[in-house]
């Protein structure tokens, strides 16, 4: 017979679990979540293994990629242009995380398929800023930022909460790895390093805007309702700890900061939560 506390301890990570996983795969479409492939394009253990899996750092990190894409104005006008993103912000975020997932470590054909399918949306997405200049979504250097966005703010994600940072080389060997996707995707440049990564944020600054439609997107953003009330003090800290991560530049931009007292708070709270999950998931 177990002991109380080791029926304990089993019951919370079974909730725990369950309460992520209904997060991110849409249980009444069937969805579930995506199991590890021996024929994954990349290895079990290599750097873009770890960083995609630690669902802390991936939400984090994806939200301030959010945050940082928003900010060029034809990233912008595609989601403002094309998006749900008013009414099914979960849906976005289980579409996105559903995609790295399966290209990250589903079986290769599923990956491509997904490849493939992103692709063909991007292709039928298009319009016109309103300056009257025009966008497409398959732009390349358009998925560029879309793509070094989402690498960095990952990396910056686990670098602060994952389980053991990665290494220079290591960092490098991410991007490395996560350009294989960028790339079947059509974005060009693709950073393969660290130091390209920082050198095309650093080219794609001046492209960079806010007005009213950024600041309404963001505002939808970070208030969305959580999905459960036990969701809703983790989403907070999580969208806390996203701003967080953001370049002061970026935080500039958005007019928004963590005051400096409660930097701990957020930090501390936010790598809890980070080691609560992992023990949730073994």
């Not at 009444?28 to 590890?36: A, S």
């Not at 293994?49 to 945050?67: F, K, N, Q």
């Not at 790895?177 to 920082?198: C, H, K, N, W």
């Not at 806010?210 to 953003?221: G, I, N, S």
């Given at each position: 017979?177990?002991?109380?506390?080791?029926?304990?301890?089993r019951q919370a990570k079974?909730?725990?679990?369950?309460?992520?996983?209904?997060?991110?795969?849409?249980?009444?479409?069937?969805?579930?979540?995506?199991?590890?492939?021996?024929?994954?394009?990349?290895?079990?253990?290599?750097?873009?293994?770890?960083?995609?899996?630690?669902?802390?750092?991936?939400?984090?990190?994806?939200?301030?990629?959010?945050?940082?894409?928003?900010?060029?104005?034809?990233?912008?006008?595609?989601?403002?242009?094309?998006?749900?993103?008013?009414?099914?912000?979960?849906?976005?975020?289980?579409?996105?995380?559903?995609?790295?997932?399966?290209?990250?470590?589903?079986?290769?054909?599923?990956?491509?398929?997904?490849?493939?399918r992103v692709s063909a949306?991007?292709?039928h997405v298009g319009g016109?800023?309103?300056?009257?200049?025009?966008?497409?979504?398959?732009?390349?250097?358009?998925?560029?930022?879309?793509?070094?966005?989402?690498?960095?703010?990952?990396?910056?994600?686990?670098?602060?909460?994952?389980?053991?940072?990665?290494?220079?080389?290591?960092?490098?060997?991410?991007?490395?790895?996560?350009?294989?996707?960028?790339?079947?995707?059509?974005?060009?440049?693709?950073?393969?390093?660290?130091?390209?990564?920082?050198?095309?944020?650093?080219?794609?600054?001046?492209?960079?805007?806010?007005?009213?439609?950024?600041?309404?997107?963001?505002?939808?953003?970070?208030?969305?309702?959580?999905?459960?009330?036990?969701?809703?003090?983790?989403?907070?800290?999580?969208?806390?700890?996203?701003?967080?991560?953001?370049?002061?530049?970026?935080?500039?931009?958005?007019?928004?900061?963590?005051?400096?007292?409660?930097?701990?708070?957020?930090?501390?709270?936010?790598?809890?939560?980070?080691?609560?999950?992992?023990?949730?998931?073994?």
């Amino acid at each position: 017979m177990p002991s109380l506390p080791s029926l304990l301890a089993r019951q919370a990570k079974s909730r725990l679990v369950r309460e992520v996983r209904a997060t991110f795969n849409d249980i009444d479409r069937g969805e579930k979540p995506v199991p590890r492939s021996a024929d994954a394009l990349f290895p079990a253990g290599s750097p873009i293994a770890r960083v995609h899996g630690d669902v802390t750092s991936m939400m984090a990190g994806g939200v301030a990629a959010l945050l940082l894409q928003m900010l060029h104005p034809k990233v912008l006008a595609g989601v403002w242009d094309h998006s749900n993103f008013r009414t099914d912000m979960l849906g976005r975020l289980r579409r996105t995380a559903r995609f790295i997932a399966v290209t990250t470590y589903g079986a290769r054909a599923d990956a491509e398929r997904a490849i493939a399918r992103v692709s063909a949306i991007h292709a039928h997405v298009g319009g016109t800023l309103p300056d009257g200049t025009p966008y497409r979504a398959d732009d390349p250097r358009l998925l560029a930022w879309v793509h070094v966005t989402e690498a960095t703010m990952f990396l910056a994600a686990w670098q602060r909460y994952g389980r053991t940072p990665l290494t220079a080389a290591e960092q490098d060997a991410y991007f490395d790895q996560f350009a294989t996707i960028a790339e079947r995707l059509g974005a060009d440049p693709v950073p393969r390093s660290r130091a390209e990564a920082d050198r095309l944020i650093g080219a794609m600054r001046p492209e960079l805007m806010v007005d009213e439609r950024t600041r309404e997107v963001a505002d939808l953003v970070l208030g969305q309702r959580a999905r459960t009330p036990l969701a809703a003090p983790v989403q907070q800290l999580t969208f806390a700890a996203a701003v967080d991560l953001l370049p002061d530049w970026a935080r500039a931009m958005h007019r928004r900061r963590t005051p400096a007292l409660a930097l701990p708070i957020v930090r501390g709270g936010t790598a809890g939560v980070a080691r609560t999950l992992r023990w949730a998931f073994g």
